[in-house]
């Protein structure tokens, strides 16, 4: 009788989500990004205002039953334009990250894999990149751009991508000197079959756990953008604009709900992903294999 094949051992990916299942930071963090996302994709069916429905005898009114996070000075509702702000701001980090994960994986990658020539071509692109002033270049590409939410997706993912590239070619350096990548190029392989068949592959882990973290990142970039007038524009709300609608010396000491959910919304968005991103990063660390 032939002998039992033994049972597989996990692969690198379910072991890692494994490690993240044990960290309760990074659950604490999933379950709260979890409730949020569910409150802000839900909240037309359960709450019966609409961000930019005006209630002129309302105006300013304090949180309670009927508005439960209060209005502003014009009488919208306080807690649907969180809700629907949270939604842009969501929806700009999302998109803007992938577009730069994507760039900053194409870059690297070739970079890495296209030989010398197209290394220094890129290497020199990216050095450039990240010479320029982030604050002024982010500035400037905003006032070309102009204001909305595909504008803001633009210029975020144009500044984002950078370090990815160069975490992306550090690890590609090394893994095309291994053997099987060699063979693959003395067989004829082309740069498309090194970036998606080996490339990609090998580099998944530095694309989570940037992902996870630019996410974060780009809520905050795109908070600052609308907070100075250069992101969503009113009446759309974004946590940053309705933060910006807020900065008057009146509203911070007479109304601070008005800020003061917007504001809570952003903090606890951005400490959320930042503790999944710190889990993934933990449960990534090929160290993490050793303890």
């Known amino acids: 009788m032939l002998a039992r094949n033994p049972a597989r051992s996990p692969g690198p990916i379910v072991r890692s989500l494994h490690r993240f299942?044990?960290?309760r930071t990074g659950l604490l963090g999933?379950?709260?990004?979890?409730?949020?996302?569910?409150?802000i994709l839900s909240y037309p069916l359960w709450w019966s205002f609409k961000p930019?429905?005006?209630d002129l005898i309302a105006m300013n009114a304090q949180p309670g039953p009927t508005h439960w996070f209060g209005t502003d000075g014009v009488g919208r509702d306080i807690l649907a334009r969180v809700l629907d702000g949270?939604?842009?701001s969501l929806l700009v980090a999302l998109t803007s990250t992938v577009i730069s994960a994507i760039i900053g994986f194409l870059i690297g990658a070739v970079s890495a894999l296209a030989g010398r020539f197209a290394d220094?071509?890129?290497m020199r692109f990216v050095d450039l990149v990240?010479?320029?002033p982030p604050v002024i270049f982010l500035l400037v590409l905003a006032s070309i751009a102009g204001t909305g939410i595909w504008p803001t997706v633009f210029v975020?993912?144009?500044l984002s991508w950078p370090l990815l590239a160069r975490m992306v070619r550090s690890r590609l350096l090394e893994l095309r000197e291994r053997d099987f990548v060699m063979a693959a190029r003395g067989m004829g392989a082309g740069l498309p079959h090194l970036l998606f068949r080996h490339g990609l592959p090998n580099s998944i882990d530095i694309l989570v756990v940037f992902a996870t973290l630019q996410i974060a990142n780009a809520i905050l970039l795109e908070?600052?953008?609308?907070?100075?007038?250069?992101?969503?524009?009113p009446p759309a709300a974004s946590w940053g604009n309705m933060l910006n609608a807020a900065r008057s010396t009146a509203v911070l000491e007479q109304y601070p709900w008005q800020w003061l959910f917007p504001g809570g919304f952003l903090v606890l968005a951005v400490l959320a992903i930042n503790f999944i991103g710190d889990g993934l990063r933990d449960a990534f660390d090929p160290r993490a294999e050793l303890n």
């Not at 999933?30 to 409150?39: D, N, S, Y």
């Not at 908070?223 to 524009?233: Q, R, Y």
């Open 21 to 23: 299942l044990l960290n």
């Open 30 to 39: 999933l379950c709260m990004i979890a409730l949020m996302i569910a409150a």
């Open 52 to 54: 930019n429905d005006i």
């Open 86 to 88: 949270g939604r842009i």
């Open 120 to 122: 220094a071509v890129t």
């Open 130 to 132: 990240m010479t320029l």
């Open 156 to 158: 975020i993912s144009l």
């Open 223 to 233: 908070a600052g953008l609308s907070f100075l007038g250069l992101g969503i524009a």
